[in-house]
């Protein structure tokens, strides 16, 4: 019988997104291109775009890690035949997600109808935190996700002309975002967005197995008398 345990802490460097390019010395980028764009007009469009749509970084934003461990029991049954059991666990802290940092307060408009001035409704981008800007896609690695599994494998060495494996896993996995490009639908509160992930899956079965078929067993034996 073998136990073994481990355990390790994790860091991923975020160098590419798809809002921004922050691998090179903030503030400076390592480029930037313009397609079909002229000096009065470097967008390219044809009309200006107003309000503006804008991409940002969170500037105390903390560096994505996790934390993984596991405990493994391996024995031996007889008959060139293994069995393992093991406990593994993954959890993972200041994971990346976007929120609308310019988003109106609660309240603002409570179902979709935003208050009156001389009895007209006003326009949402009248009354967002950023004059002059509609969405404001913040990277922030603020999200949380949480991995435990049961694991189990079966295996049988070659023997006889027979080896086979068989792998079952007993799994959940938690968080509250599932992708870095999710927005919160709350800018400031992604509480309430924790449950199952979407690539949650709690069961999964896998058996292989390799069977010599007795005619070519003697193989070899039929090549080399016909060399």
């Not at 355990?7 to 460097?13: A, L, P, S």
């Not at 291109?33 to 007009?41: H, I, K």
């Not at 603020?142 to 049961?150: D, G, K, Q, R, V």
């Amino acid at each position: 019988t073998v136990v073994r345990a481990g355990f390790g802490r994790f860091f991923d460097h975020v160098g590419v997104s798809d809002g921004n390019f922050p691998g090179g010395t903030s503030p400076l980028q390592q480029q930037e291109s313009v397609s079909n764009g002229n000096v009065d007009n470097p967008g390219g469009t044809s009309l200006t775009l107003f309000p503006l749509y804008a991409f940002s970084y969170d500037k105390k934003n903390p560096t994505p890690e996790t934390f993984q461990w596991n405990v493994t029991v391996q024995r031996e049954l007889g008959f060139n035949t293994v069995a393992t059991i093991a406990y593994v666990g993954k959890r993972g802290v200041h994971l990346t997600e976007e929120r609308n940092i310019n988003q109106l307060a609660v309240g603002t408009c409570p179902q979709a109808v935003c208050p009156k001035l001389n009895g007209v409704a006003e326009n949402e981008d009248y009354l967002v935190p950023y004059l002059g800007y509609s969405e404001i896609l913040q990277n922030i690695n603020l999200a949380e996700s949480m991995f435990n599994s049961l694991q189990v494998q079966v295996s049988h060495r070659w023997s006889q002309g027979l080896s086979f494996n068989f792998a079952y896993t007993y799994s959940k996995s938690d968080d509250n975002a599932n992708n870095y490009e999710g927005v919160l639908p709350n800018a400031w509160d992604n509480s309430y967005m924790w449950g199952p992930s979407s690539f949650d899956r709690r069961h999964l079965a896998q058996m292989t197995a390799v069977y010599a078929l007795p005619f070519f067993k003697n193989g070899n034996k039929i090549g080399r008398a016909h060399v």
